[in-house]
């Protein structure tokens, strides 16, 4: 790097994070405190009570419930049958995947039998004998995770979920991306499977920050370093911005934006650097701040800035 940076100096502080971080380049509105608003936030959500142990998944019985009875007769460019309901919030492609090998989903009355079908609108498509409407435009939701719960929507072995804290009153939504059950902090979801997909690209390169507690030494240098990439047991990780924030005791907590977004990426890089990782918060996904969302609350973006977030993405191509 060009000049390397010196850890920040924040005087006497609790060790309580702060969540309101954000990349220097990215606008931010001037209130003092850990009070900022997230960007684009209209609707809030009240976060959910946990769900009794062994209760049924959020849509996990029918992920596309009372949904209108007609779609769009409208024809566009044919597009496989699997992304278009993906689109219209059904379920992920691979699940839908599953439910047409299940036989589940029908066009005019009979069985799809491949995902690679070719239609232009949902006129006629019903999955588990309810009809299907055309896509909704889509939606954008900032969800604060908790730490504990997984990001999918069903666990095998019943541990909890996502979809066991989100309101009841939400529309089928995604992840875009994961947090491990022992991240919290900002996980986007989406009504969108394209959109969610294209956000989860690399090539896509939109930046994550992560503000991580982790026992151990570590010098700025040592930080700076990343910034080059490294490999950890071959696997290549590209540039990673990393600042040493304050030390508590053994304890360093340490900012990292990065924008591959690897499974468990920043845990594999600080235990690199021989550090153990007891705290992982993700603070912002983009311009998406996580700001005082509350633990488990959701809000909802709003639909101009949505609008201009994906054109900056279209601009990036």
Do not use: C
């Amino acid at each position: 790097m060009d000049k390397p940076r010196s850890p920040r100096n924040e005087g006497e502080r609790t060790d309580r994070p702060r969540t309101d971080r954000g990349r220097p380049d990215r606008a931010r509105p001037d209130r003092a405190g850990g009070d900022a608003p997230r960007f684009g936030a209209a609707k809030s959500y009240p976060p959910r009570k946990p769900r009794v142990k062994g209760a049924a998944p959020v849509h996990a019985a029918n992920p596309h419930p009372a949904r209108a009875a007609a779609a769009s007769d409208g024809k566009g460019e044919p597009q496989r049958i699997a992304k278009l309901l993906a689109r219209a919030g059904v379920a992920s492609r691979r699940e839908i995947e599953r439910m047409i090998e299940e036989g589940r989903v029908s066009k005019d009355g009979v069985v799809i039998d491949t995902p690679a079908t070719l239609l232009t609108s949902l006129h006629g498509v019903t999955v588990d004998e309810v009809a299907i409407a055309a896509p909704a435009p889509m939606r954008l939701f900032l969800f604060h995770k908790p730490t504990g719960f997984l990001t999918t929507e069903r666990d095998p072995a019943g541990r909890p979920t996502i979809y066991d804290r989100l309101p009841p009153d939400l529309p089928r939504l995604m992840p875009i991306g994961r947090l491990d059950m022992n991240t919290e902090g900002l996980l986007l979801m989406t009504t969108d499977g394209g959109f969610k997909r294209e956000m989860e690209l690399p090539a896509t390169g939109v930046p994550r920050t992560y503000r991580a507690r982790a026992f151990g030494e570590v010098s700025q240098q040592q930080l700076e370093d990343l910034f080059d990439g490294l490999e950890i047991d071959g696997i290549r990780y590209g540039a990673i911005e990393a600042n040493l924030e304050r030390r508590t005791g053994r304890n360093q907590w340490i900012e990292m934006t990065l924008t591959e977004g690897k499974n468990r990426e920043v845990r594999r890089v600080l235990e690199h650097l021989d550090l153990k990782v007891n705290r992982l918060i993700r603070t912002s996904y983009g311009p998406f701040y996580l700001g005082d969302l509350p633990v488990g609350a959701v809000e909802e973006v709003r639909e101009h800035d949505l609008a201009l977030f994906r054109k900056s993405l279209k601009d990036l191509k």
